[in-house]
T-cell receptor, first 112, second 113 residues
Framework: KAGVTQTPRYLIKTRGQQVTLSCSPI?????VSWYQQTPGQGLQFLFE???????NKGNFPGRFSGRQFSNSRSEMNVSTLELGDSALYLC???????????FGPGTRLLVL | AQSVTQLDSQVPVFEEAPVELRCNYS??????LFWYVQYPNQGLQLLLK??????LVKGINGFEAEFNKSQTSFHLRKPSVHISDTAEYFC???????????FGQGTTLQVKP
């Protein structure tokens, strides 16, 4: 099976812009989670989608949003970008609710 | 609050020496436990996991970990490290009551020749 794929791999934006990141889970996996990784804060959970519904949410402002499509692909959107949003954004998928999460290679976002 | 603590931010070790990376978590509720490895500019790769059963679990690349419920720990060990083991290692705990996977801050393993 193909692994989790994320596009784009690298992105440069300026403050105030918005960005959309995409994640395609492993075939058959219905749960997709998003994480933000920064040197200072480490790996922080953003949200999880399961069967097109947000099932869980971390402590991030409303500028961070996501959605999941019927084919389980997920997108994450960040509006009004801030310098502090520069990070590696990781997507992970799993079959259901409690199984192991498998991670994609990440999208590295740089906000200037 | 649920938390995961990796006690060492950096662990330098010589090649072929043994290593232990420590991980403790805060909760007494049911958990699943994981160790992931991250190489530079890459995502996270699963090393091993504990879901149930034997408390000693073996993973890829010669790593193993032991779940200690009374001490709420899940330390990662390898008897003899290689240069190629140089990477960042993350302990992660899935807490059943919140359904969230919480990561430790990571431990950078630096293997020296």
């Amino acid at each position: 099976k193909a692994g989790v794929t994320q596009t784009p791999r690298y992105l440069i934006k300026t403050r105030g812009q918005q960005v959309t990141l995409s994640c395609s889970p492993i075939s058959g996996h219905r749960s997709v989670s998003w994480y933000q990784q920064t040197p200072g804060q480490g790996l922080q959970f953003l949200f999880e989608y399961f069967s097109e519904t947000q099932r869980n949410k971390g402590n991030f402002p409303g500028r961070f949003s996501g959605r999941q499509f019927s084919n389980s692909r997920s997108e994450m959107n960040v509006s009004t970008l801030e310098l502090g949003d520069s990070a590696l954004y990781l997507c992970a998928s799993r079959p259901g609710s409690q199984e192991t999460q498998y991670f994609g290679p990440g999208t590295r976002l740089l906000v200037l | 609050a649920q938390s995961v603590t990796q006690l060492d931010s950096q662990v330098p070790v010589f090649e072929e020496a043994p290593v232990e990376l420590r991980c403790n978590y805060s909760s007494s509720v049911s958990v699943y436990l994981f160790w992931y490895v991250q190489y530079p500019n890459q995502g996270l790769q699963l090393l091993l996991k504990y879901l149930s059963g034997s408390t000693l679990v073996k993973g890829i690349n010669g790593f193993e970990a032991e779940f200690n419920k009374s001490q709420t720990s899940f330390h990662l060990r390898k008897p003899s490290v290689h240069i190629s083991d140089t990477a960042e290692y993350f302990c992660a705990v899935f807490f059943f009551n919140t359904g969230k996977l919480i990561f430790g801050q990571g431990t950078t393993l630096q293997v020296k020749p």
